[in-house]
């Protein structure tokens, strides 16, 4: 069974810096694409970033030069680095991850980590 687990949510000042973590366990699942996405209250799950197994990252404008997404090399492990937060980054994050064991195709998501960002 392939589980999804985010990390590294919490409470930062506007300003300040957070870095989430993605783990996807399952050793024999491939994983092609790791995203994150953000659901503030009353809105909808957005897309915030986007790597493939290639290593190109993709951005919202909103976040584009101060969130940075990151793969480990070999690993089924992601991370996203924010950076000069503000007050409307407050959401829960996702992690979704896209990939296949042998040739059936599937993607799973985590249960979020919520990010409060506030003085």
């Known amino acids: 069974q392939v589980q999804v687990v985010e990390s590294g949510g919490d409470l930062v000042q506007p300003g300040g810096s957070l870095r989430l973590s993605c783990v996807v366990s399952a050793s024999r699942f491939r994983v092609y694409a790791m995203n994150w996405h953000c659901q503030a209250p009353g809105r909808k799950r957005e897309l915030v970033a986007g790597?493939?197994?290639?290593?190109?990252?993709e951005y919202a404008y909103f976040v584009k030069g101060r969130f940075a997404i990151s793969r480990d090399s070999g690993e089924n492990t992601g991370h996203l680095q924010m950076n000069d937060l503000k007050p409307e980054n407050t959401a829960v994050y996702y992690c979704?991850?896209?990939?296949?064991?042998?040739?059936?195709?599937?993607?799973?998501w985590g249960q979020g980590t919520q990010e409060t960002v506030s003085s």
């Open positions: 790597i493939t197994t290639h290593g190109y990252p």
């Open positions: 979704h991850a896209a990939g296949a064991i042998g040739d059936a195709m599937n993607d799973y």
